[in-house]
């Protein structure tokens, strides 16, 4: 079993920052994917950005490419969500995931492990 902790929510005005954390721990396997997804009120879970633990290979929904960036420690387990020039449509629970595998996973359904959510508000 896996879990993940998400960390780092708040509120924050547009233009702003935030920083989100998500803490692995249990048993893993040698090769994890992990995945940020957002969910706003009566819409879809969305894709944000994924990373891998093998490699340096992030990747990003086009609606937060070159404001966000994610990044990996190994060493502690943990993956974290730069969020810069954030907008009000940012604003949603976000969450945290996993799944054994070196490739690259952009859906919900591609995700075995799933931490609780974090809110992030964006005011204008």
């Known amino acids: 079993q896996v879990q993940l902790v998400e960390s780092g929510g708040g509120l924050v005005q547009a233009g702003g920052s935030l920083r989100l954390s998500c803490a692995a721990s249990?048993?893993?396997?040698?090769?994890?994917?992990m995945g940020w997804f957002r969910q706003a009120p009566g819409k879809e879970r969305q894709f944000v950005g994924t990373i891998n633990w093998s490699d340096d290979r992030p990747y990003y929904a086009d609606s937060v490419k070159g404001r966000f960036t994610i990044s990996r420690d190994n060493a502690k387990n943990t993956v974290t969500l730069q969020m810069n020039s954030l907008k009000p449509e940012d604003t949603a629970v976000y969450y945290c995931a996993a799944r054994q595998g070196s490739s690259r996973y952009y859906y919900t359904s591609d995700y075995d492990y799933w931490g609780q959510g974090t809110q992030v508000t964006v005011s204008s």
């Open positions: 249990g048993r893993t396997f040698s090769s994890y994917a």
